[in-house]
């Protein structure tokens, strides 16, 4: 199973960024996918996860409202749109496959493969 993420990089406050994330080697259509980031110096944290449909997502309380996750199975692909970002959302995103079919963790143990990181750095 590969991730292959893209679309970081450097962005001024407020400004916005699209990442996606394709996925091989499994049926993706029937999987959670997640997002998680990793600062420096920080442990990774959950951003936002959605289940299998696409009908149910779940965010961090810091980017509900400017984040939003979304998928196409026909593409086998994961987005994570990056509106308003701000300095605080600098970090490497990792998109990740969900373990279990059933619901959306935030925890990291809950998933199994990961992609590469996309670097976002968020200029002040």
């Known amino acids: 199973v590969q991730l292959q993420a893209s679309g970081g990089g450097l962005v001024q406050a407020g400004g916005s960024l699209r990442l996606s994330c394709a996925i091989s080697?499994?049926?993706?259509?029937?999987?959670?996918m997640g997002w998680f980031r990793q600062a420096p110096g920080k442990e990774r944290e959950f951003v936002a996860g959605?289940?299998?449909?696409?009908?149910?997502?779940l965010y961090t309380d810091s980017v509900k409202g400017r984040l939003t996750v979304s998928r196409d199975n026909a593409k086998n692909t994961v987005y994570l749109q990056m509106n308003s970002l701000k300095p605080d959302d600098t970090a490497v995103y990792y998109c990740?496959?969900?373990?279990?079919?059933?619901?959306?963790?935030?925890?990291?143990?809950?998933?199994?493969?990961w992609g590469q990181g996309t670097l976002v750095t968020v200029s002040s």
């Open positions: 990740t496959h969900q373990k279990q079919a059933i619901g959306i963790s935030r925890m990291v143990p809950m998933y199994d493969y």
């Open positions: 959605i289940d299998w449909s696409g009908s149910s997502q």
């Open positions: 080697g499994r049926t993706f259509s029937t999987y959670t």
